[in-house]
């Protein structure tokens, strides 16, 4: 594996979290974004993880700094990728604006760099084509919260080189993950392929008023022991994630039940900029929600 440089496009929630990890384990480290309101986005966004840096692992300001100090940011693609080694994309999970995206990127990057999809749900092969360099295309798959829950779900397609899928595995290990190779394609990985109809599972019992929110986390909660209900997690996931994810399955399979999911979603949650954990409110509200209540879960 000879990566040195890194570019990750697209600096949201994951991927402000996946180029700020990458520093810190030693990498140069290009953050692209489409404008400088995003960049700007991901700077607030950094500042807090470096808080978090230091609050989990005892790092020193010097570290948290020095990591900081290898990220250089840029709203040029061409500009962001003329010396990558590897670009990690972490961009809206919408298929054509991905196939849009890796159009260009195929163009602007040079003929050495590695691509890999961040992507929570599709597929590898979807766009393998539109890279223009399917054998150094593969997926890398981070969970939320990457520097805790570190997995890394390395997944190759049909044409994938052997040698860039190994390398993946090696170059996820650097940066502190635990590799998870997958050698078949598989909607969601295995993470997703859990996670994903579970949390539908839970928005589909509210869409329906079965239940209210606080009522399916506490069932969940108290049910399993886990820490978190599915809403919780909803807002960390951020339920712009969560709705284009049930809007791609509206549109593919028409069916009502995710149609009135996506309304649902969309009224209701992200045209109010209820976003999640990050905005402040989604589910819930923070900093103080209320599944953190010491008597949530008491009678």
Known sequence: MDYKKITVAGSGVLGSQIAYQTAFKGFDVTIYDINEAAVESSKRRLAKLMKNYRNDFGSSEAEVDAAYDRLTFHTDLAEAVADADLVIEAIPEVADIKTAFYTELGKAAPEKTVFATNSSTLLPSQFAEATGRPEKFLALHFANTIRINNTAEIMKHPGTADSVFNDMIEFAEAIGMVALPLYKEQPGYILNSLLVPFL????????????????????????????????????????????????????????????????????????????????????????????????????
């Open 200 to 299: 539908e599972a839970a928005e589909l019992l509210l869409v329906k008023e079965v239940a209210d929110i606080q009522t399916i986390d506490k069932t969940w909660m108290i049910a399993t022991g886990a820490p978190l209900g599915p809403f919780a997690i909803l807002d960390v996931v951020g339920i712009n994630t969560a709705y284009n994810i049930v809007q791609g399955k509206a549109e593919s399979s028409g069916k009502p039940k995710f149609v009135e999911l996506a309304h649902m979603l969309k009224t209701e949650y992200l045209d109010k900029g209820k976003l999640g954990r990050e905005t402040g409110e989604g589910f819930y509200c923070y900093p103080n929600p209320a599944f953190m209540n010491e008597d949530f879960l008491k009678i």
